[in-house]
T-cell receptor, first 112, second 107 residues
């Protein structure tokens, strides 16, 4: 069974801090994704990566960056955290394009 | 541009009654559609995809290209069906989600 692990379930940070969210998958999947999940807005794609060192902007990339130095790890970086980035962040992976995505448990991030 | 619409944010159904969660999409190409479910305190997981034509946990969904719909149905609701349901559309690498419907089954 695919395992997507997000490093923290809950995280509290202050405005202006640089925040790192980590995600690791153990099934050698090519594609990895970062979403944020907000009530009434569903899931919105922030960034995705289809190969090591490759990244593509999603629908809401502003204020975020990503890093994929190894195939199994995909990091989301909030360069300077702001209160409007308080949200649930979900990481996902898939073997190939158009294949189902497998999700982690999520990180609930609060920016004070 | 892709767009997925789930018109109902909340849906309450009595146990044993039929369930229908609506999903409409807007896409000019050949869509691939999914339903994902998130039970309380669990991770988001795939429920079913249209190309497999499977019935999972009693749920089915038929792709209607004429009406651009992919509604999720179950003939008899069970209490364990209470969850958040998301319809999603993919083309290429990206998956676009609807805003979700929270289904509550009333005992």
């Amino acid at each position: 069974d695919v395992k997507v692990t997000q490093s923290s379930r809950y995280l509290v940070k202050r405005t202006g801090e640089k925040v790192f969210l980590e995600c690791v998958q153990d099934m050698d999947h090519e594609n990895m994704f970062w979403y944020r999940q907000d009530p009434g807005l569903g899931l919105r794609l922030i960034y995705f990566s289809y190969d090591v060192k490759m990244k593509e902007k999603g629908d809401i990339p502003e204020g975020y960056s990503v890093s994929r130095e190894k195939k199994e790890r995909f990091s989301l970086i909030l360069e300077s955290a702001s209160t409007n980035q308080t949200s649930m962040y979900l990481c996902a992976s898939s073997r190939q394009v158009r294949q189902p995505q497998h999700f982690g448990d999520g990180t609930r991030l609060s920016i004070l | 541009a892709q767009r997925v619409t789930q018109p109902e944010k909340l849906l309450s159904v009595f146990k044993g009654a039929p369930v229908e969660l609506k999903c409409n999409y807007s896409y000019s190409g050949s869509p691939e559609l999914f339903w994902y479910v998130q039970y309380s305190r669990q991770r988001l997981q795939l429920l079913l995809r249209h190309i497999s034509r499977e019935s999972i946990k009693g749920f089915t969904a038929d792709l209607n290209k004429g009406e651009t719909s992919f509604h999720l149905k179950k003939p008899f609701a069970q209490e364990e069906d209470s969850a958040m349901y998301y319809c999603a559309l993919t083309e290429g690498e990206k998956l676009t989600f609807g805003t979700g419907t929270r289904l509550t089954i009333i005992p």
